[in-house]
Structures are given as structure tokens and as C-alpha cells.
């Protein structure tokens, strides 16, 4: 089972997330939050609430504990950019992106699911075909 948690327009920049996420991937929960206690980037703040996000949701939606989860991925894509002047000489502005991202934590459970009962699989719908209309003369 796959439990999902994502955070959007993050005022950092995503080649600085990357680095931190990139660690973390595919440890079990405890070790990456563990790791991500002592490593020192504003990013590791991020990525622990994401995670942490990630966890509570898979506890409250699915009654799964954190020793039966690790990290399956973590996607940290850009956001939109904002466009800022700065002045410099000659009356000239040049521009600064302020960037931002979007960072997708995906869990997985370490048990293998049951497999799905045949009762419990949705019905198969009867393909009935339509009577072709006469033809009039």
C-alpha cells in the first residue's frame, strides 16, 4: 500500500531539497528521521514535516505504524518563480528568481498486502448489445 503527502509552493530551491531528500531515500521511517535530526540545511526541516506528514496519514487513514513503513520516493519538482529586481549601476535592475518547489513523500508498507478476494473485486459488467432498428421502405 502506497501512502502519499506532499507540500506545494516551498519558498526554497529545489537543488537544495533534492540534496537533503536524496539521503533519506528508501531508509525505513525511524532511520530518516533520525538522519534527518542531525543533518544541518534548513531543507532537513522540510522533508522531516513532509515525512512526518506522510506518517500521520498512513497511522490515521490505514492504521499502519511507522515499523512497517519505509520511503518508497521523495519528489522534490519545481514551483513557480518569482520575478524580483535588484538595482545596480547606471540605473540598470537586474533579476532575481525567487524559486520555490514542491516536495511528494510516497510511503510503502514493508508486509505484503493479502491478496484481494475475489468477493471483495468489483463486478464485471454484461456487455449488452442494442436490437438494430428496421429499415423502412
Do not use: W, Y
Not at 528521521?33 to 490505514?62: D, F, G, M, P, T
Amino acid at each position: 500500500m502506497i501512502i502519499r503527502a506532499s507540500q506545494q509552493n516551498t519558498r526554497q530551491t529545489p537543488r537544495k531539497v533534492r540534496l537533503v531528500a536524496n539521503t533519506v531515500k528508501g531508509m525505513s521511517i525511524e532511520a530518516a528521521l533520525r538522519q534527518l535530526a542531525v543533518i544541518e540545511r534548513r531543507a532537513s526541516i522540510l522533508v522531516l514535516k513532509v515525512i512526518r506528514q506522510a506518517l500521520a496519514n498512513a497511522e490515521h487513514n490505514h492504521g499502519i505504524t511507522a515499523d512497517k513503513l519505509s520511503i518508497k520516493s521523495i519528489i522534490v519538482e519545481n514551483g513557480p518563480h518569482m520575478k524580483r529586481f535588484r538595482a545596480v549601476s547606471r540605473g540598470r535592475a537586474h533579476t532575481i528568481l525567487k524559486k520555490t518547489c514542491h516536495v511528494v513523500v510516497e510511503l510503502e508498507s514493508k508486509e505484503k498486502e493479502a491478496e484481494v478476494s475475489e468477493e471483495s473485486k468489483p463486478a464485471k459488467k454484461e456487455v449488452v448489445e442494442k436490437p438494430k432498428a428496421a429499415k423502412a421502405t
